[in-house]
């Protein structure tokens, strides 16, 4: 249990998971309902007093992006003018972190926007999880508390058998955090060199590392149509890697045609977290809680303890 102070809220997009760090909080979500008017406005209203009240929103901004984005910022703005003390987005998953730069004339730096419309409606503190590029947390001028799920997937991979076992990353994007799961594992490390063709298709055109006649464990931050995946797999193969891969994500957006092209027999296992629903029954795919992570993130932010140390792996 923590304070009665805390008030803990969410939209539509991902109430399982926010019941579920809430149960590890010893609380229930606010009363409130978040719905749409007719024409597709989002609607919101709480039905308890949050005067004074530490409140946290508990949302993934995931598919429908901009709905549940939406959603995240019509509740801070109504808990700011309900006169919360502290309006904490806590946004496992940042929709539009893919956008954090521009990589050709003319384009938008979206995940800038996001941020500065979180500001706008008066977001004090975001907490995330393994966001697309550990830079994101400079387009904030209030704190981010930087999570890591990797603690989580490390610490699941290493009650597996990892005999001969890699640690891959699938892009130079990736290197840093495919090289602490090695570190953590104990395990080696390679790296495929990949460049989007486009927001659908890859191609790898460099590899960095060992991986014939090993295990690879393919790492990632998303898996939003798998093309990453599924074309790092088909080049590890060809290059002599065990068709007894393992991929790991934070992540799993699983956008069409994802789960088809990971349907490959070359996959073993794969590893995701709860950041983003996946409701299917897939036998290959086993889903990992950051509901605990996020909880205990929580805690310290309201008592004003460390979080670092919920950083490591
Ligand atoms: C990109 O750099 C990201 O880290 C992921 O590799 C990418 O977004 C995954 O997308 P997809 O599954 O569509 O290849």
């Given at each position: 249990?923590?304070?009665?102070?805390?008030?803990?809220?969410?939209?539509?997009?991902?109430?399982?998971?926010?019941?579920?760090?809430?149960?590890?909080?010893?609380?229930?979500?606010?009363?409130?309902?978040?719905?749409?008017?007719?024409?597709?406005?989002?609607?919101?209203?709480?039905?308890?007093?949050?005067?004074?009240?530490?409140?946290?929103?508990?949302?993934?901004?995931?598919?429908?992006?901009?709905?549940?984005?939406?959603?995240?910022?019509?509740?801070?703005?109504?808990?700011?003018?309900?006169?919360?003390?502290?309006?904490?987005?806590?946004?496992?998953?940042?929709?539009y972190?893919r956008q954090d730069k521009k990589g050709q004339a003319r384009e938008p730096i979206t995940a800038k926007l996001?941020?500065?419309?979180?500001?706008?409606?008066?977001?004090?503190?975001?907490?995330?999880?393994?966001?697309h590029a550990?830079q994101i947390?400079?387009f904030?001028?209030?704190?981010?508390?930087?999570?890591?799920?990797?603690?989580?997937?490390?610490?699941?991979?290493?009650?597996?058998?990892?005999?001969?076992?890699?640690?891959?990353?699938?892009?130079?994007?990736?290197?840093?955090?495919?090289?602490?799961?090695?570190?953590?594992?104990?395990?080696?490390?390679?790296?495929?060199?990949?460049?989007r063709?486009?927001?659908?298709?890859?191609?790898?055109?460099?590899?960095?590392?060992?991986?014939?006649?090993?295990?690879?464990?393919?790492?990632?931050?998303?898996?939003?149509?798998?093309?990453?995946?599924?074309?790092?797999?088909?080049?590890?193969?060809?290059?002599?890697?065990?068709?007894?891969?393992?991929?790991?994500?934070?992540?799993?957006?699983?956008?069409?045609?994802?789960?088809?092209?990971?349907?490959?027999?070359?996959?073993?296992?794969?590893?995701?977290?709860?950041?983003?629903?996946?409701?299917?029954?897939?036998?290959?795919?086993?889903?990992?809680?950051?509901?605990?992570?996020?909880?205990?993130?929580?805690?310290?932010?309201?008592?004003?303890?460390?979080?670092?140390?919920?950083?490591?792996?």
């Open positions: 249990m923590i304070g009665e102070s805390v008030k803990l809220f969410c939209g539509t997009a991902t109430p399982t998971l926010a019941n579920a760090v809430a149960t590890h909080l010893g609380q229930k979500l606010a009363s409130g309902t978040v719905s749409r008017f007719p024409d597709g406005e989002t609607r919101i209203t709480i039905e308890e007093s949050v005067r004074g009240g530490d409140c946290y929103i508990i949302q993934s901004t995931c598919a429908p992006v901009n709905h549940s984005l939406m959603e995240v910022l019509v509740l801070a703005d109504a808990l700011r003018r309900a006169s919360a003390w502290r309006v904490n987005a806590v946004i496992p998953y940042f929709g972190a996001v941020a500065n419309l979180l500001e706008t409606v008066g977001v004090d503190r975001v907490i995330t999880v393994d966001l550990g947390q400079g904030f001028d209030v704190p981010v508390d930087h999570l890591t799920a990797l603690g989580i997937l490390g610490g699941h991979l290493k009650t597996t058998d990892l005999a001969d076992s890699v640690v891959v990353s699938p892009d130079v994007g990736r290197a840093t955090e495919a090289r602490h799961l090695a570190n953590f594992l104990q395990l080696p490390l390679a790296m495929l060199y990949k460049r063709a486009s927001p659908t298709e890859t191609e790898v055109t460099h590899v960095i590392g060992d991986v014939a006649g090993m295990r690879p464990i393919l790492i990632d931050d998303v898996i939003s149509t798998a093309g990453t995946m599924s074309r790092g797999i088909e080049v590890l193969v060809d290059l002599g890697a065990k068709p007894e891969i393992t991929v790991v994500a934070t992540h799993a957006l699983f956008t069409p045609p994802a789960l088809e092209r990971l349907r490959s027999d070359a996959i073993k296992q794969i590893y995701v977290t709860d950041t983003v629903p996946f409701h299917e029954k897939n036998d290959r795919v086993a889903i990992l809680s950051v509901a605990p992570l996020l909880a205990k993130a929580i805690r310290n932010v309201h008592v004003h303890a460390s979080v670092s140390s919920l950083f490591a792996t």
